[in-house]
T-cell receptor, first 114, second 112 residues
Framework: GAGVSQSPRYKVTKRGQDVALRCDPI?????LYWYRQALGQGPEFLTY????????KSGLPNDRFSAERPEGSISTLTIQRTEQRDSAMYRC????????????FGPGTRLLVL | QQPVQSPQAVILREGEDAVINCSSS?????VHWYRQKHGEAPVFLMI?????EQKGHDKISASFNEKKQQSSLYLTASQLSYSGTYFC?????????????FGKGTHLIIQP
């Protein structure tokens, strides 16, 4: 596609529910990154993939958070048993290859946990 | 470790210059600069790799001092469209995550 797309754009859920956030990277981009951005703050790294392999998940806050990219393209970030503190903008980015490459950000999914 | 950006906020008149700084306590492999407008995704400006290079396009340029672990973004003859929040994102040397560690941002307001 022309750019990184994410869905849904907005998600309101009740505490305790599971949510799945989807990211569709730029076509052909090898690397895919997940970030979380609180209001007024910079993006916070969560995890990233090269192709289908999850290279680093050190930024995931706890084991309720998981991510996959089974075919090396679309990725899903899943949050189980959501809590109010999980409310934030979740952004996906992709780059042509790994390393010092431009990361292109998607529009984000605004998650609100009630 | 999160890089430190300064200043936190700047208000300028159109046509004035601005400098935004980004400092890290860790050795840096690269520095990425982004601008984000309210309600939008961060937009890439430029990458600087270790080696002390300077880059620029149009009236926006940046430098990277590897020894000082600092980068600066220079906005010359600012335009109204430059308003937004500027973030530096850093990659530290020696591998590890290729995800970026972002600073808290510098808010830039350009007034006519």
């Amino acid at each position: 596609g022309a750019g990184v797309s994410q869905s849904p754009r907005y998600k309101v859920t009740k505490r305790g529910q599971d949510v799945a956030l989807r990211c569709d990277p730029i076509s052909g981009h090898v690397s895919l990154y997940w970030y979380r951005q609180a209001l007024g703050q910079g993006p916070e790294f969560l995890t990233y993939f090269n192709y289908e392999a999850q290279q680093d998940k050190s930024g995931l806050p706890n084991d309720r958070f998981s991510a996959e990219r089974p075919e090396g393209s679309i990725s899903t970030l899943t949050i189980q048993r959501t809590e109010q503190r999980d409310s934030a903008m979740y952004r996906c980015a992709s780059s042509r290859t790994r390393g010092a490459e431009t990361q292109y950000f998607g529009p984000g999914t605004r998650l609100l946990v009630l | 470790q999160q890089p430190v950006q300064s200043p936190q906020a700047v208000i300028l008149r159109e046509g004035e210059d601005a400098v935004i700084n980004c400092s890290s306590s860790k050795a840096l492999y690269s520095v990425h600069w982004y601008r984000q407008k309210h309600g939008e995704a961060p937009v890439f400006l430029m990458i600087l790799l270790k080696g002390g290079e300077q880059k620029g396009h149009d009236k926006i340029s940046a430098s990277f001092n590897e020894k000082k672990q600092q980068s600066s973004l220079y906005l010359t003859a600012s335009q109204l469209s430059y308003s937004g929040t500027y973030f530096c994102g850093t990659e530290t040397s020696g591998g590890g995550a290729d995800g970026l560690t972002f600073g808290k941002g510098t808010h830039l307001i350009i007034q006519p």
